[in-house]
Protein backbone atom coordinates (compact mmCIF):
# COMPACT_ATOMS: atom_id res chain seq x y z
CA UNK A 1 0.00 0.00 0.00
CA UNK A 2 2.70 2.38 0.88
CA UNK A 3 4.29 2.01 -2.61
CA UNK A 4 1.43 3.43 -4.49
CA UNK A 5 1.11 6.32 -2.10
CA UNK A 6 4.56 7.72 0.41
CA UNK A 7 2.60 8.38 3.48
CA UNK A 8 2.29 11.99 4.14
CA UNK A 9 2.42 14.04 7.09
CA UNK A 10 4.03 12.14 9.63
CA UNK A 11 5.10 14.79 11.20
CA UNK A 12 1.09 15.65 12.06
CA UNK A 13 1.25 12.18 13.86
CA UNK A 14 4.22 13.31 15.80
CA UNK A 15 2.92 16.45 16.74
CA UNK A 16 -1.14 15.36 17.98
CA UNK A 17 1.27 12.74 20.46
CA UNK A 18 4.05 15.55 21.57
CA UNK A 19 0.55 17.26 22.59
CA UNK A 20 -1.04 14.75 24.34
CA UNK A 21 1.79 14.17 25.99
CA UNK A 22 2.57 17.34 27.25
CA UNK A 23 -1.45 17.32 28.03
CA UNK A 24 -0.96 14.47 30.00
CA UNK A 25 1.53 16.20 32.38
CA UNK A 26 0.11 19.47 32.52
CA UNK A 27 0.10 20.63 36.09
CA UNK A 28 -3.49 20.80 37.41
CA UNK A 29 -4.51 21.15 40.69
CA UNK A 30 -5.06 18.41 43.06
CA UNK A 31 -8.81 18.32 43.00
CA UNK A 32 -8.71 18.09 39.07
CA UNK A 33 -6.13 15.52 38.71
CA UNK A 34 -8.69 12.92 38.51
CA UNK A 35 -10.96 14.70 35.91
CA UNK A 36 -7.86 14.45 33.16
CA UNK A 37 -8.76 12.81 30.00
CA UNK A 38 -6.67 9.74 28.91
CA UNK A 39 -5.21 12.40 26.02
CA UNK A 40 -2.81 9.52 24.77
CA UNK A 41 -4.98 6.84 24.20
CA UNK A 42 -7.41 9.35 22.69
CA UNK A 43 -5.11 10.18 20.00
CA UNK A 44 -3.73 6.42 19.53
CA UNK A 45 -7.33 5.36 19.10
CA UNK A 46 -8.26 8.50 16.75
CA UNK A 47 -5.13 7.32 14.58
CA UNK A 48 -6.14 3.24 15.09
CA UNK A 49 -9.34 4.24 13.34
CA UNK A 50 -8.38 6.98 10.64
CA UNK A 51 -5.46 5.72 9.68
CA UNK A 52 -4.97 2.31 10.37
CA UNK A 53 -1.80 1.32 7.99
CA UNK A 54 0.12 3.95 9.83
CA UNK A 55 -0.75 3.88 13.22
CA UNK A 56 -0.80 0.48 15.09
CA UNK A 57 0.66 -1.51 17.88
CA UNK A 58 4.24 -0.90 17.75
CA UNK A 59 3.65 3.26 17.55
CA UNK A 60 1.39 2.38 20.09
CA UNK A 61 3.75 0.34 22.34
CA UNK A 62 6.23 3.24 22.13
CA UNK A 63 4.16 6.07 23.18
CA UNK A 64 2.88 4.25 26.04
CA UNK A 65 7.01 3.46 27.06
CA UNK A 66 6.60 7.99 27.15
CA UNK A 67 4.20 7.55 28.78
CA UNK A 68 5.78 5.45 31.44
CA UNK A 69 8.86 7.21 31.72
CA UNK A 70 7.16 11.12 31.67
CA UNK A 71 4.66 9.70 34.48
CA UNK A 72 7.02 7.38 36.66
CA UNK A 73 5.15 4.34 36.32
CA UNK A 74 6.78 0.72 35.72
CA UNK A 75 8.19 0.72 32.26
CA UNK A 76 6.39 -1.41 30.06
CA UNK A 77 2.91 -0.44 32.17
CA UNK A 78 1.34 2.30 30.22
CA UNK A 79 2.93 0.66 26.68
CA UNK A 80 1.20 -2.65 27.42
CA UNK A 81 -2.19 -0.60 28.14
CA UNK A 82 -2.34 1.35 24.98
CA UNK A 83 -1.07 -1.70 23.41
CA UNK A 84 -4.29 -3.18 24.13
CA UNK A 85 -6.36 -0.08 23.09
CA UNK A 86 -4.69 0.16 19.70
CA UNK A 87 -5.59 -3.63 19.19
CA UNK A 88 -9.29 -2.59 20.06
CA UNK A 89 -9.39 -0.15 18.22
CA UNK A 90 -7.92 -1.72 14.45
CA UNK A 91 -10.01 -4.78 15.57
CA UNK A 92 -13.48 -2.49 15.54
CA UNK A 93 -11.96 0.24 12.91
CA UNK A 94 -14.49 -0.47 10.32
CA UNK A 95 -17.58 -0.48 12.15
CA UNK A 96 -16.49 1.95 14.29
CA UNK A 97 -16.22 4.38 11.44
CA UNK A 98 -19.40 4.26 9.90
CA UNK A 99 -21.43 4.55 13.83
CA UNK A 100 -22.98 7.98 15.09
CA UNK A 101 -21.14 9.99 17.23
CA UNK A 102 -23.00 8.81 20.57
CA UNK A 103 -22.47 5.09 19.62
CA UNK A 104 -18.90 5.89 19.08
CA UNK A 105 -18.45 7.85 22.42
CA UNK A 106 -19.94 4.54 23.92
CA UNK A 107 -17.05 2.24 22.01
CA UNK A 108 -14.50 5.24 22.94
CA UNK A 109 -15.66 4.22 26.62
CA UNK A 110 -15.38 0.81 26.58
CA UNK A 111 -11.96 0.91 25.28
CA UNK A 112 -10.97 3.67 27.99
CA UNK A 113 -12.35 1.18 30.21
CA UNK A 114 -9.77 -1.70 29.46
CA UNK A 115 -7.29 0.66 29.67
CA UNK A 116 -7.82 2.02 32.82
CA UNK A 117 -8.44 -1.83 33.93
CA UNK A 118 -4.96 -2.66 32.34
CA UNK A 119 -3.63 0.12 34.51
CA UNK A 120 -5.54 -0.69 37.63
CA UNK A 121 -4.73 -4.41 37.26
CA UNK A 122 -0.71 -3.75 36.94
CA UNK A 123 -1.07 -1.29 39.90
CA UNK A 124 -3.17 -3.72 41.76
CA UNK A 125 -0.26 -5.98 41.83
CA UNK A 126 2.65 -3.47 42.75
CA UNK A 127 0.14 -2.89 45.80
CA UNK A 128 -1.33 0.27 44.40
CA UNK A 129 -4.50 0.06 45.34
CA UNK A 130 -5.56 3.30 47.02
CA UNK A 131 -8.45 5.53 44.90
CA UNK A 132 -9.70 2.79 43.36
CA UNK A 133 -12.78 4.43 42.68
CA UNK A 134 -11.68 7.28 40.86
CA UNK A 135 -10.17 5.03 38.43
CA UNK A 136 -13.27 5.16 36.04
CA UNK A 137 -13.38 8.97 35.70
CA UNK A 138 -10.93 9.38 33.23
CA UNK A 139 -12.27 7.05 30.71
CA UNK A 140 -16.09 8.63 31.28
CA UNK A 141 -14.25 12.22 30.56
CA UNK A 142 -12.54 11.09 27.69
CA UNK A 143 -15.73 9.53 26.23
CA UNK A 144 -17.26 12.45 26.78
CA UNK A 145 -15.11 14.63 25.02
CA UNK A 146 -14.38 12.16 21.99
CA UNK A 147 -16.82 14.30 19.34
CA UNK A 148 -14.53 17.60 19.87
CA UNK A 149 -11.28 15.40 19.73
CA UNK A 150 -13.05 13.95 16.51
CA UNK A 151 -13.46 17.08 14.72
CA UNK A 152 -10.10 18.76 15.99
CA UNK A 153 -8.37 15.14 14.98
CA UNK A 154 -10.09 14.82 11.46
CA UNK A 155 -9.79 18.77 10.52
CA UNK A 156 -6.24 18.48 11.13
CA UNK A 157 -5.78 15.20 9.44
CA UNK A 158 -7.73 16.63 6.28
CA UNK A 159 -5.71 20.18 6.37
CA UNK A 160 -2.28 18.54 6.40
CA UNK A 161 -3.56 15.88 4.15
CA UNK A 162 -2.55 12.77 6.35
CA UNK A 163 -2.35 9.89 4.35
CA UNK B 1 -5.40 -14.85 0.59
CA UNK B 2 -8.23 -14.42 -1.66
CA UNK B 3 -10.11 -13.11 1.05
CA UNK B 4 -7.39 -10.42 1.92
CA UNK B 5 -6.73 -9.16 -1.54
CA UNK B 6 -10.46 -8.77 -1.96
CA UNK B 7 -10.78 -6.80 1.31
CA UNK B 8 -7.85 -4.90 0.15
CA UNK B 9 -8.91 -3.26 -2.66
CA UNK B 10 -9.27 0.04 -1.20
CA UNK B 11 -6.58 0.77 0.64
CA UNK B 12 -7.51 2.31 3.97
CA UNK B 13 -9.83 -0.50 4.59
CA UNK B 14 -7.19 -3.39 4.51
CA UNK B 15 -7.22 -5.10 7.86
CA UNK B 16 -3.52 -7.05 7.90
CA UNK B 17 -3.34 -10.53 8.82
CA UNK B 18 -0.02 -9.96 10.65
CA UNK B 19 -2.10 -8.15 13.17
CA UNK B 20 -2.96 -10.60 15.77
CA UNK B 21 0.73 -11.89 16.14
CA UNK B 22 2.00 -8.44 16.31
CA UNK B 23 -0.19 -7.42 18.83
CA UNK B 24 0.92 -10.90 21.00
CA UNK B 25 4.67 -9.62 20.30
CA UNK B 26 3.92 -6.52 21.59
CA UNK B 27 2.01 -7.43 24.80
CA UNK B 28 4.47 -9.83 25.18
CA UNK B 29 7.02 -7.30 25.35
CA UNK B 30 5.53 -5.01 27.74
CA UNK B 31 4.56 -7.67 30.11
CA UNK B 32 8.89 -8.71 30.44
CA UNK B 33 9.33 -5.27 30.56
CA UNK B 34 7.74 -4.74 33.32
CA UNK B 35 8.48 -7.81 34.96
CA UNK B 36 12.24 -7.27 34.33
CA UNK B 37 11.72 -3.53 35.54
CA UNK B 38 10.32 -4.46 38.75
CA UNK B 39 12.33 -7.68 39.53
CA UNK B 40 15.33 -6.11 38.83
CA UNK B 41 15.26 -2.66 38.29
CA UNK B 42 18.13 -3.25 35.56
CA UNK B 43 16.49 -0.96 32.87
CA UNK B 44 18.68 2.12 33.69
CA UNK B 45 19.65 2.54 30.44
CA UNK B 46 16.53 2.70 28.82
CA UNK B 47 14.90 4.81 31.30
CA UNK B 48 17.79 6.95 31.24
CA UNK B 49 17.29 7.32 27.59
CA UNK B 50 13.54 7.37 27.73
CA UNK B 51 13.98 10.26 30.35
CA UNK B 52 15.97 12.36 27.60
CA UNK B 53 13.92 11.62 25.26
CA UNK B 54 10.84 13.57 27.44
CA UNK B 55 13.22 15.92 28.83
CA UNK B 56 12.19 18.74 26.60
CA UNK B 57 8.31 17.71 27.34
CA UNK B 58 9.19 18.42 30.80
CA UNK B 59 10.81 21.66 30.24
CA UNK B 60 8.11 22.86 27.55
CA UNK B 61 5.11 22.02 30.93
CA UNK B 62 7.22 23.74 33.26
CA UNK B 63 8.24 26.70 31.21
CA UNK B 64 4.83 29.04 32.21
CA UNK B 65 6.05 28.53 35.91
CA UNK B 66 9.37 29.37 35.44
CA UNK B 67 8.41 32.01 33.32
CA UNK B 68 6.34 33.77 35.80
CA UNK B 69 9.06 33.89 38.53
CA UNK B 70 11.44 34.92 36.16
CA UNK B 71 9.46 37.41 35.32
CA UNK B 72 7.93 38.41 39.06
CA UNK B 73 11.79 38.46 39.60
CA UNK B 74 12.22 41.07 36.78
CA UNK B 75 9.02 43.23 37.59
CA UNK B 76 9.75 43.27 41.23
CA UNK B 77 9.55 46.50 42.54
CA UNK B 78 12.64 48.03 44.40
CA UNK B 79 10.20 48.95 47.30
CA UNK B 80 9.19 45.20 47.35
CA UNK B 81 12.51 43.81 47.37
CA UNK B 82 13.84 46.19 50.23
CA UNK B 83 10.75 44.98 52.04
CA UNK B 84 11.53 41.41 51.34
CA UNK B 85 15.29 42.09 52.30
CA UNK B 86 14.47 43.26 55.53
CA UNK B 87 12.28 40.26 56.61
CA UNK B 88 15.21 38.17 55.36
CA UNK B 89 17.25 39.92 57.40
CA UNK B 90 15.64 39.80 60.79
CA UNK B 91 14.44 36.58 59.96
CA UNK B 92 18.46 34.92 59.39
CA UNK B 93 18.43 37.24 62.76
CA UNK B 94 16.00 35.07 64.49
CA UNK B 95 17.73 31.90 63.04
CA UNK B 96 21.26 32.72 63.82
CA UNK B 97 19.85 33.41 68.09
CA UNK B 98 17.96 29.69 67.65
CA UNK B 99 21.16 28.12 65.87
CA UNK B 100 23.72 29.38 68.74
CA UNK B 101 21.54 27.06 71.17
CA UNK B 102 20.88 24.29 68.57
CA UNK B 103 24.74 24.59 68.57
CA UNK B 104 25.57 24.23 71.83
CA UNK B 105 22.73 21.19 72.63
CA UNK B 106 24.19 19.73 69.58
CA UNK B 107 27.61 19.65 71.62
CA UNK B 108 25.43 18.03 74.96
CA UNK B 109 23.81 15.31 72.59
CA UNK B 110 27.62 13.75 70.64
CA UNK B 111 28.58 14.28 74.81
CA UNK B 112 25.97 12.40 76.35
CA UNK B 113 25.49 10.21 73.48
CA UNK B 114 29.62 9.41 74.09
CA UNK B 115 28.78 8.65 77.58
CA UNK B 116 26.22 6.28 76.17
CA UNK B 117 27.96 5.10 73.52
CA UNK B 118 25.23 5.53 70.77
CA UNK B 119 25.78 6.32 67.27
CA UNK B 120 26.36 9.29 66.50
CA UNK B 121 23.98 11.57 64.66
CA UNK B 122 24.46 11.89 61.10
CA UNK B 123 25.09 15.35 59.54
CA UNK B 124 25.67 15.69 56.16
CA UNK B 125 25.81 18.62 53.39
CA UNK B 126 22.53 19.81 51.36
CA UNK B 127 22.18 21.23 48.01
CA UNK B 128 18.67 23.11 46.76
CA UNK B 129 16.77 21.50 43.81
CA UNK B 130 13.68 23.14 41.83
CA UNK B 131 10.38 20.41 41.47
CA UNK B 132 9.04 20.61 37.57
CA UNK B 133 5.42 21.29 37.44
CA UNK B 134 5.00 18.14 35.59
CA UNK B 135 2.55 16.28 37.03
CA UNK B 136 3.04 12.34 37.27
CA UNK B 137 1.08 9.45 37.43
CA UNK B 138 -2.33 10.70 39.72
CA UNK B 139 -1.87 7.69 41.80
CA UNK B 140 1.69 7.46 42.81
CA UNK B 141 2.92 10.50 44.82
CA UNK B 142 6.06 11.59 43.00
CA UNK B 143 7.55 14.60 41.70
CA UNK B 144 10.25 15.02 39.14
CA UNK B 145 13.13 17.68 40.40
CA UNK B 146 15.76 19.61 38.02
CA UNK B 147 18.97 17.80 38.99
CA UNK B 148 20.28 14.47 38.53
CA UNK B 149 23.26 12.24 38.15
CA UNK B 150 25.23 14.99 36.84
CA UNK B 151 24.70 16.99 40.08
CA UNK B 152 25.71 13.74 42.15
CA UNK B 153 22.13 12.91 42.79
CA UNK B 154 21.86 8.89 43.37
CA UNK B 155 19.16 6.23 43.72
CA UNK B 156 17.75 6.35 47.79
CA UNK B 157 18.70 9.44 48.48
CA UNK B 158 16.51 11.62 50.93
CA UNK B 159 15.03 14.57 49.80
CA UNK B 160 14.02 17.17 52.53
CA UNK B 161 12.35 20.85 52.31
CA UNK B 162 12.37 23.69 54.91
CA UNK B 163 10.00 21.80 57.37
CA UNK B 164 11.29 17.82 57.85
CA UNK B 165 11.36 14.38 55.08
CA UNK B 166 10.00 15.20 51.87
CA UNK B 167 10.97 11.87 50.45
CA UNK B 168 13.88 9.76 48.75
CA UNK B 169 14.91 9.73 45.17
CA UNK B 170 13.24 6.52 43.14
CA UNK B 171 15.14 6.80 39.92
CA UNK B 172 17.91 10.16 38.94
CA UNK B 173 18.08 9.66 35.47
CA UNK B 174 20.96 12.23 33.89
CA UNK B 175 19.15 15.16 33.55
CA UNK B 176 16.15 14.97 36.17
CA UNK B 177 14.73 12.98 39.02
CA UNK B 178 12.44 11.26 40.16
CA UNK B 179 10.99 11.54 43.71
CA UNK B 180 8.68 9.34 45.68
CA UNK B 181 7.13 11.20 48.73
CA UNK B 182 6.53 9.52 52.08
CA UNK B 183 2.78 10.28 51.36
CA UNK B 184 3.13 7.76 48.70
CA UNK B 185 0.90 4.39 48.99
CA UNK B 186 4.16 2.48 48.22
CA UNK B 187 6.52 3.82 50.52
CA UNK B 188 6.83 3.27 54.54
CA UNK B 189 9.13 5.50 56.78
CA UNK B 190 10.67 4.37 59.98
CA UNK B 191 9.67 6.81 62.40
CA UNK B 192 10.00 7.66 66.38
CA UNK B 193 7.61 9.86 68.60
CA UNK B 194 9.47 12.67 69.43
CA UNK B 195 8.39 13.07 73.09
CA UNK B 196 8.63 9.01 74.10
CA UNK B 197 11.00 7.27 71.95
CA UNK B 198 8.45 5.05 70.46
CA UNK B 199 8.96 3.60 67.08
CA UNK B 200 7.33 2.58 64.17
CA UNK B 201 5.96 3.15 60.71
CA UNK B 202 4.76 5.79 58.97
CA UNK B 203 3.12 4.52 56.14
CA UNK B 204 1.44 6.86 53.30
CA UNK B 205 -2.00 6.43 51.51
CA UNK B 206 -3.92 7.73 48.55
CA UNK B 207 -4.05 11.56 50.49
CA UNK B 208 -1.32 13.70 49.89
CA UNK B 209 -0.50 15.33 52.74
CA UNK B 210 -1.65 12.38 55.52
CA UNK B 211 0.58 9.59 56.91
CA UNK B 212 -1.19 6.05 58.44
CA UNK B 213 0.57 5.12 61.65
CA UNK B 214 -0.39 1.14 61.42
CA UNK B 215 1.40 -0.68 64.15
CA UNK B 216 0.83 1.41 66.80
CA UNK B 217 -0.58 -0.47 69.81
CA UNK B 218 -3.69 0.63 71.91
CA UNK B 219 -2.14 1.12 74.79
CA UNK B 220 0.90 3.07 73.09
CA UNK B 221 1.63 6.56 74.90
CA UNK B 222 1.21 8.80 72.06
CA UNK B 223 -1.48 12.04 71.84
CA UNK B 224 -2.39 14.27 69.31
CA UNK B 225 0.37 17.10 68.53
CA UNK B 226 2.93 14.59 68.98
CA UNK B 227 5.97 15.10 66.72
CA UNK B 228 7.45 12.25 64.89
CA UNK B 229 10.76 12.11 63.85
CA UNK B 230 12.49 9.97 61.62
CA UNK B 231 14.41 7.41 63.40
CA UNK B 232 17.43 6.24 61.03
CA UNK B 233 16.71 2.40 60.91
CA UNK B 234 17.07 0.95 58.39
CA UNK B 235 19.54 3.55 57.05
CA UNK B 236 17.42 5.05 54.29
CA UNK B 237 16.68 8.37 56.09
CA UNK B 238 18.83 10.40 58.41
CA UNK B 239 17.50 10.38 62.05
CA UNK B 240 16.18 13.40 63.73
CA UNK B 241 14.58 15.31 60.80
CA UNK B 242 10.76 15.93 61.50
CA UNK B 243 8.55 13.61 59.25
CA UNK B 244 5.32 14.74 60.40
CA UNK B 245 2.18 15.67 63.83
CA UNK B 246 -0.27 13.59 64.84
CA UNK B 247 -3.72 14.60 64.48
CA UNK B 248 -5.49 11.61 64.79
CA UNK B 249 -5.76 9.06 67.66
CA UNK B 250 -8.13 6.54 68.02
CA UNK B 251 -8.19 3.55 70.54
CA UNK B 252 -10.42 0.56 68.86
CA UNK B 253 -10.40 -2.23 71.61
CA UNK B 254 -11.36 -4.48 69.02
CA UNK B 255 -8.95 -4.25 66.82
CA UNK B 256 -4.51 -4.86 67.82
CA UNK B 257 -3.69 -1.65 66.46
CA UNK B 258 -4.86 1.40 67.14
CA UNK B 259 -6.07 4.17 64.34
CA UNK B 260 -3.57 6.95 64.46
CA UNK B 261 -2.98 9.79 61.63
CA UNK B 262 -0.18 12.39 60.95
CA UNK B 263 0.21 15.09 58.72
CA UNK B 264 3.46 15.47 56.93
CA UNK B 265 5.56 17.97 57.82
CA UNK B 266 7.29 18.82 54.79
CA UNK B 267 4.85 20.59 52.47
CA UNK B 268 4.26 18.16 49.82
CA UNK B 269 0.88 19.86 48.19
CA UNK B 270 2.55 23.19 47.18
CA UNK B 271 6.18 23.25 47.80
CA UNK B 272 8.73 23.92 45.06
CA UNK B 273 11.92 23.68 46.00
CA UNK B 274 13.38 21.14 48.18
CA UNK B 275 16.35 20.06 49.39
CA UNK B 276 18.61 16.84 48.88
CA UNK B 277 20.40 15.61 51.29
CA UNK B 278 23.92 13.60 51.06
CA UNK B 279 25.40 12.46 54.45
CA UNK B 280 29.02 13.26 55.40
CA UNK B 281 29.47 9.55 56.25
CA UNK B 282 27.94 6.37 55.23
CA UNK B 283 25.17 5.65 57.80
CA UNK B 284 26.32 4.05 61.15
CA UNK B 285 24.53 0.84 62.04
CA UNK B 286 21.43 2.32 63.95
CA UNK B 287 19.81 -0.82 64.79
CA UNK B 288 22.30 -1.85 67.24
CA UNK B 289 21.36 1.60 69.54
CA UNK B 290 21.32 0.71 73.23
CA UNK B 291 17.44 1.70 73.76
CA UNK B 292 15.20 -1.32 74.42
CA UNK B 293 13.27 -2.34 70.86
CA UNK B 294 10.52 -3.14 72.55
CA UNK B 295 8.38 0.03 70.70
CA UNK B 296 9.18 -1.66 67.06
CA UNK B 297 6.09 -3.70 66.06
CA UNK B 298 7.38 -4.58 62.16
CA UNK B 299 10.47 -5.60 61.34
CA UNK B 300 12.57 -3.03 59.58
CA UNK B 301 11.36 -3.32 55.70
CA UNK B 302 14.78 -3.59 54.61
CA UNK B 303 17.02 -2.98 56.92
CA UNK B 304 20.39 -2.84 55.06
CA UNK B 305 23.52 -2.77 57.72
CA UNK B 306 25.91 -1.02 56.41
CA UNK B 307 29.97 -1.56 57.97
Known amino acids: ?21 ILTVWPLPQWAEVFRPAWVP ?27 ALSGT ?71 LWPWILQIMSRSQQRYHVG | M ?15 PAGALRTLLM ?26 LVWPVQVIVDAPHSLMTWAGDKLATHRTLVTENE ?6 LQEDATLQQFAALQQENQRLRGLMQAAAQVSGRVSAATILSAALDPFRHMVVIDKGTHDDVYEGQTVIDAYGIVGQVTRADPLASEVTLISDPGQAIQVEVNRTGLRTLAVGDADLSELTLPYVTNSA ?10 SGLGGHYPAGYPVGVITHFERDPAEPF ?44 SGKKRP
Do not use: N
Open chain 1, 1 to 21: MRELSAPRGSWVIAASYLVAL
Open chain 2, 2 to 16: AVFRRQRSPQLFSSR
Open chain 2, 221 to 230: DIKEGDLVVT
Open chain 2, 87 to 92: QLKSRL
Open chain 1, 74 to 144: LLGEHALALVMVAWVALWMHLQVRVFPWWQQCVVILGILALHGLVLFWVDGMLGYTAGAAMRWVPALVSAA
Open chain 2, 258 to 301: AHVLARTAADLSSGHEVLLFWPAQPPPETELSPKPASSIKAAPK
Open chain 2, 27 to 52: IGISIMLMVYDHETGRLKQIHAALAT
Open chain 1, 42 to 68: LVTIYWCLWLPERVGVIIAFFAGLLVD
